[in-house]
């Protein structure tokens, strides 16, 4: 369980490692029930000890979140760290599209800047992916969540590995062979957990620069990856024509299968794609300007609401709602690795996230027809009701800027803009505005989750004079058949001159950030009608 805390709120004796010349220093705390997890084979106590001792190991660097201090009791071990203030990087970046390459550039750069320090203190991590990758307030890259990193080296002296570990998309292929041999035997397969790391930086580049991974897992049942294999790397998939051609040469030697082939941090650093010319980035590796950067990022986040809703995902198994597992074939399991979102102070993050509890007594009925004409009609009366000084500060939301059609960010964003934070927000951007009533949203949503196939959750009865309106648990699984967690929120949003409108937030419990996208996008698209846009 994560959480985030003010500095009073935690025991004085890690106070001194909060910046205290903060106005008002934060940091993550991350709670770890040791008989729960235990338990239910999540992790065990000398994994507990080892990520502790690793995360401490590795010291100081600009691109990993830091260690403060640990301590239990009889029930909890917790570990306090740095809080990634920017949230999840992936949750920025368009799903099937990427991020322009300048983009892509910088955070790869940050991105070997954190590996390879931690390599050099002899811990591989093991669990790269987009859960594991923050930003800070300041938009710099930070690599999180050590549960599955172990020490390769020590004292000049090597080993590998054979725990399996890892998330099937960035998983390297030798892990995977490790996991069909018998481990007991003395010809058991082993890997270099350092190569491991530099093939799923790779697989991060691509998605960085396409959006999509190369293959679901590493495997003979993946097409895409098989093709892989018999091109020796030139596959004629679409997504590897839509890569920048001097970023080839770099993907495949980053993703050579024979992992003694793999490029070297030396040879990525050299590579004419790593040391090209950008303008977002000083010749230090820092990031040159904050603004253009977050301007970039955000004005890539685009969904279309003229298109027409995406075929339904794959059906659920029918004992989803008895799975609390990151993965659904056997994978291993770990702690839930993204840190809080903020400001999100009404939601639990535990192993079972509780539903909020009803306020009053009033059920959020889904028997109420919704028609395009009810939506039409409620979308007129709020236009009509919405004053200058609230389209104004609806301007200034950078949520509706991912539902313009029209080319970049609202100047009203960036002109009075000074930091990277003030530009693309700390809060997570899948969310909207609606202008219909309660029952009537509600409806919507559950219609739609009905349509993509997601078990649909009990009503949760709220109040409607409350803040907080409803609350619809997802739980399902992604195109990958991977598992995919989260809350529907919806609340009150208050405009200026006592004037409101409903905000819904989609808040990732468990998952792909990037599959969490795209399940955002279609839901978006199921319920457009009751979208509030101030283009429409």
Not at 35 to 59: T, W
């Amino acid at each position: 369980m994560y959480c985030w805390a003010p500095r009073l709120m935690i025991p004085a004796r890690i106070k001194k490692a909060i910046p205290l010349d903060a106005p008002s220093p934060v940091f993550a705390v991350k709670l770890i029930h040791k008989g729960y997890a235990i338990k239910h084979g999540r992790i065990s106590a000398k994994q507990i000890a080892m990520e502790v001792s690793l995360h401490s190991h590795i010291g100081q660097h600009p691109n990993v979140i830091e260690w403060f201090a640990t301590g239990e009791d009889a029930v909890w071990k917790w570990i306090a760290m740095e809080f990634a203030e920017g949230g999840d990087l992936f949750d920025k970046i368009e799903a099937d599209v990427g991020v322009q390459e300048d983009i892509a550039h910088v955070y790869f750069h940050q991105l070997i800047s954190g590996v390879s320090f931690m390599h050099s203190k002899g811990v591989a991590h093991r669990d790269l992916k987009p859960e594991n990758i923050l930003l800070s307030d300041t938009g710099n890259l930070k690599l999180a969540d050590f549960g599955m990193a172990t020490m390769f080296e020590y004292k000049g002296q090597k080993k590998k590995s054979t725990t399996m570990c890892g998330s099937p998309p960035y998983i390297a292929p030798e892990v995977l062979s490790c996991a069909r041999s018998d481990r007991k035997s003395p010809d058991a397969a082993k890997y270099s957990a350092d190569l491991v790391d530099i093939w799923s930086c790779g697989v991060i580049l691509f998605v960085l620069l396409v959006g999509n991974t190369p293959w679901d897992e590493p495997t003979s049942g993946s097409w895409e990856f098989l093709e892989y294999l018999r091109t020796n790397g030139r596959s004629t998939d679409t997504l590897w024509q839509r890569l920048p051609s001097d970023a080839l040469s770099l993907l495949r030697g980053m993703m050579s299968v024979e992992a003694k082939k793999r490029f070297s941090f030396a040879q990525i650093r050299q590579h004419p794609w790593y040391t090209r010319r950008n303008p977002l980035l000083t010749p230090e590796g820092k990031i040159s300007d904050e603004i253009s950067l977050a301007t970039k990022l955000l004005e890539g986040l685009r969904i279309d609401l003229t298109l027409e809703p995406t075929p339904s995902q794959p059906h659920a198994p029918s004992d989803l709602m008895d799975i609390d597992s990151d993965n659904l074939r056997g994978w291993s399991s770990e702690i839930p690795a993204t840190q809080p979102e903020i400001p999100i102070t009404d939601v639990l993050f535990d192993w079972e996230r509780p539903s909020t509890r009803a306020i009053g007594s009033f059920a959020i009925s889904s028997t109420q027809p919704v028609t395009r004409s009810d939506a039409t009609a409620a979308s007129t009366t709020a236009s009509r009701r919405i004053g200058p000084a609230a389209w104004d500060a609806l301007e200034a939301e950078p949520t509706m800027s991912q539902f313009s059609q029209q080319p970049g960010v609202p100047l009203s964003l960036t002109q009075h803009a000074r930091r990277f934070r003030d530009i693309v927000p700390a809060y997570s951007l899948t969310r909207f505005f609606s202008h219909v009533p309660p029952t009537l949203l509600a409806q919507m949503l559950r219609d739609a989750l009905h349509q993509l196939n997601v078990p649909l959750p009990a009503t949760i009865t709220s109040d409607l004079h409350a803040d907080h309106i409803a609350t619809l648990r997802v739980r399902t699984i992604d195109n990958r058949r991977q598992g995919l967690h989260g809350d529907i929120l919806v609340d009150k949003y208050y405009l200026p001159d006592n004037q409101e409108l409903l905000e819904v937030r989609f808040v990732k419990v468990k998952g792909d950030p990037l599959e969490w996208r795209r399940f955002f996008k279609k839901m978006v698209l199921l319920c457009k009608d009751g979208i509030f846009n101030n283009e429409a």
